[in-house]
């Protein structure tokens, strides 16, 4: 796997067609699962069932992404199903280092992911307890946002602040990624990238994953 992630989000995927739709990002490093409960943000997508379904016929990990109330009620079960990665919203949690900790008991890598307007310097002391930490470069709830280049400042604090101290921490994006945005989020530092309709929306989405990949690269290294 490269030091660069490039995670489709099926948000912008055919659900009707989903087994096929996971076959067309084969190259992908992980899929990203949006989990949403109609309370934290305002839409609904869907639970445990339907990540079960989609670990059993995924060519790829996942990487769950729960925009929900309650996560140290929920999170740990979408570890129990086999999703690679979980990640929870620091606005929703109670214990935060607490719930990460309980996610790698289970197997999984834990992530943390803040809202554009959340600041993240209560993230600088507690880094190692989290394996990824997501910086939404949108409001959550509803895919095919425009990407938001004010929140870059706080994604260049987290990755000076993780290379100070020498954390191996991924720090991952999520809203309006595509060719024309990718290399700003990979210069200001971060190495995950979440595509949707950029990925899905393409006619060959692994041509699409390898743009993206070679695009955020090229601005990563420089």
């Given amino acids: 796997m490269s ?40 839409n609904l997508t869907f639970g445990p069932q339907m990540v079960e379904r989609i670990q059993a016929t995924s060519p790829v990990p996942l990487d769950v992404h729960l925009m929900i109330d309650e996560p140290e009620r929920w999170a740990p079960g979408y570890a129990e199903i086999g999703a690679a990665s979980v990640t929870f919203h620091l606005e929703a949690s109670t214990e935060p280092v607490a719930l990460a900790r309980r996610l790698r008991q289970i197997g999984a890598r834990a992530g943390v992911a803040v809202k554009p307007d959340t600041p993240v310097e209560g993230l600088f002391e507690v880094l190692d307890e989290f394996d990824q930490i997501l910086v939404m470069t949108v409001e959550p709830g509803f895919g095919g946002q425009s990407f938001r280049p004010e929140t ?3 994604l260049r604090a987290l990755a000076d602040h ?6 191996r921490v991924w720090l991952q994006v999520d809203g309006g990624i595509a060719e024309s945005t990718i290399a700003q989020a990979a210069e200001s530092g971060a190495d995950t990238f979440v595509a949707g309709s950029a990925v899905f929306g393409a006619d060959e989405p692994d041509a699409a994953i390898a743009a993206l990949r070679s695009r955020a690269g090229h601005a990563h290294r420089h």
């Fill in 3 to 42: 030091d660069i992630r490039i995670n489709p989000s099926i948000l912008a995927a055919d659900f009707v067609n989903m087994q096929a739709e996971l076959a067309r990002i084969a190259s992908a490093d992980f899929v990203h699962v949006d989990v949403m409960d109609n309370h934290f943000v305002p």
């Fill in 162 to 167: 993780a290379r100070s101290v020498g954390s």
């Fill in 152 to 154: 870059m400042p706080k």
